[in-house]
């Protein structure tokens, strides 16, 4: 049977105003990268912290193989690395392992730091490392908990073109090598493309799921090609003013 993310009737309100997300329903299979993007203000960011537990749903429920998500399931990257600057690269990666024995710990924290190819600045501070180095620590952070649910809210958002397209593919090797399942929040439908077995398209408010549709493309996904470009056509469309939709229960099926 094949395992599944779970998302059944997720609600956002604050207070007594409107919903700004929901109701959401999605069921995403396990070990697979998902890209949820949308205008802004569709409830991106919202679906992302209630997927994380940093916010508490008005109504519904998320589930993992049939079972709610606890913390230790988690690992999450924001847009920024939000990294301790007193704590070097690998006492950054180290930080949710202090349950570890030592030997166990020690090993996760090398492991990663390999991993994301940062062996050399395993001694370095924060302020010593680049945008994007400082976002493998971040990632690095996450995985190396060994996260069921890696969530990602637009992590290479602030970084310059080539080095968000460098970190775009470090992110497959590294969900090659830990495999676990992924959400990926982006305003961005070429890293959408070029990463996610699933596209979910958001559009509100309240934010709902509008389309949701799975790119028939191979990896490694060749950004200038006729493949790619016929998708990302189809995804602009999908997000022009003229497809949104009439009825809020209105879905478009890709």
Not at 104 to 118: F, H, K, Q, S, T
């Amino acid at each position: 049977m094949t395992e599944l993310l779970e998302i059944d009737g997720l609600v956002k309100r604050f207070e007594r105003a409107e919903p700004v997300l929901g109701p959401v329903d999605l069921a995403l299979e396990t070990g697979r990268i998902a890209a949820v993007i949308g205008r802004s203000g569709t409830g991106k960011s919202t679906l992302l912290r209630l997927l994380a537990g940093l916010d508490r749903p008005s109504a519904g429920a998320v589930r993992l193989n049939d079972e709610p998500i606890r913390a230790e399931d988690i690992g999450v990257v924001f847009q920024e690395p939000r990294l301790m600057p007193w704590l070097t690269v690998a006492g950054n990666i180290g930080f949710g392992l202090k349950h570890l024995p030592r030997a166990e710990r020690e090993a996760a924290i090398a492991e990663a730091i390999e991993v994301v190819g940062l062996s050399e600045a395993a001694h370095k501070l924060p302020k010593q490392l680049s945008g994007g180095m400082a976002q493998r620590v971040a990632l690095a952070r996450a995985l190396a908990v060994r996260p069921r649910l890696l969530l990602l809210d637009e992590p290479f958002s602030a970084l310059d073109p080539l080095t968000r397209l460098s970190m775009q593919d470090h992110l497959l090797d590294v969900w090659r090598h830990y495999g676990p399942t992924v959400v990926l929040i982006s305003h961005d439908m070429d890293e959408a493309l070029a990463l996610a077995d699933r596209i979910i398209v958001l559009d509100g408010p309240p934010g709902r799921v509008v389309a949701e549709f799975s790119p028939e493309l191979s990896h490694p996904r060749r950004r200038g090609g006729p493949g790619f470009q016929r998708w990302r056509d189809r995804l602009v469309d999908m997000l022009g003013a003229d497809r949104r939709p009439a009825y809020p229960e209105m879905k478009y099926a890709v």
